[in-house]
């Protein structure tokens, strides 16, 4: 069974401070990462996603993750934080990407909210 | 990247009567898709398995005959919420891989249905 906890369901930053963003997982194979945004009343977008290789992960609109094996941990940063950013992020993992039919498992979410 | 288009993207029914969401695969064929229910201010909830051409794989405590789903082709999965009551009020999301492998899952726009 995998499962993802992420830390705190709200973070407040100021617009140009650092955002850090908390994912651990459990998996009982080496997992597939993945960071995604959400919108008010909209789908999720793919933000990053860690499958093998480099453990230090680019994404979209600034964002980066580290994969850390030794921690189970995918926290995802941005250096900078853009009023833009106030959304809702979830950590997923998956173990079985060789199915087609492998399921993601969610965090609960973290709500961030940017102040001017 | 591809997309995976969501509709009605909102829906208010009666109690008692029944509403159909559709998830389409736009420029890919999806032979599995997924189907969420978000609780505000709550995590994706995976409800079900979506396998084209076969029957759908229901999450423990989900009813089956409550949500049917059809996957009818390789770009179209449904979602009929049966005989609607207010606690069924939520928001559905859908999504669809390419492919096996580490391929992310896309995601539709979602569907706020609200039962009155």
């Known amino acids: 069974a995998q499962s993802v906890t992420q830390l705190g369901s709200h973070v407040s930053v100021s617009e140009g401070a650092l955002v850090l963003l908390r994912c651990n997982y459990s998996?009982?194979?080496?997992?597939?990462l993945f960071w995604y945004v959400q919108y008010p009343n909209q789908g999720l977008q793919l933000l990053l996603k860690y499958t093998t290789g480099a453990t230090l992960v680019k994404g979209i609109n600034g964002f980066e993750a580290e994969f850390k094996k030794s921690e189970t941990s995918f926290h995802l940063t941005k250096p900078s934080a853009h009023m833009s950013d106030a959304a809702e992020y979830f950590c997923a993992v998956s173990d079985n990407p060789a199915a087609a039919g492998n399921k993601l498992t969610f965090g609960g979410g973290t709500r961030v909210l940017v102040k001017p | 990247g591809a997309v995976v288009s969501q509709h009605p993207s909102r829906v208010i029914c009666k109690s008692g009567t029944s509403v159909k969401i559709e998830c389409r695969s736009l420029?890919?064929?999806?032979?599995?898709m997924f189907w969420y229910r978000q609780f505000p201010k709550q995590s994706l909830m995976l409800m079900a398995t979506?396998?084209?051409?076969?029957?759908?794989?229901?999450e423990q405590g989900v009813e089956k005959d409550k949500f049917l789903i059809n996957h009818a082709s390789l770009t179209l999965s449904t979602l009929t919420v049966t005989s609607a009551h207010p606690e069924d009020s939520s928001f559905y999301i859908c999504?669809?891989?390419?492919?096996?492998?580490?391929?992310?899952?896309?995601f539709g726009q979602g569907t706020r249905l609200t039962v009155v």
């Open positions: 998996s009982s194979v080496p997992p597939y």
């Open positions: 979506s396998n084209e051409g076969s029957k759908a794989t229901y």
């Open positions: 420029d890919f064929q999806a032979t599995t």
């Open positions: 999504s669809a891989r390419v492919g096996g492998g580490a391929t992310e899952a896309f």
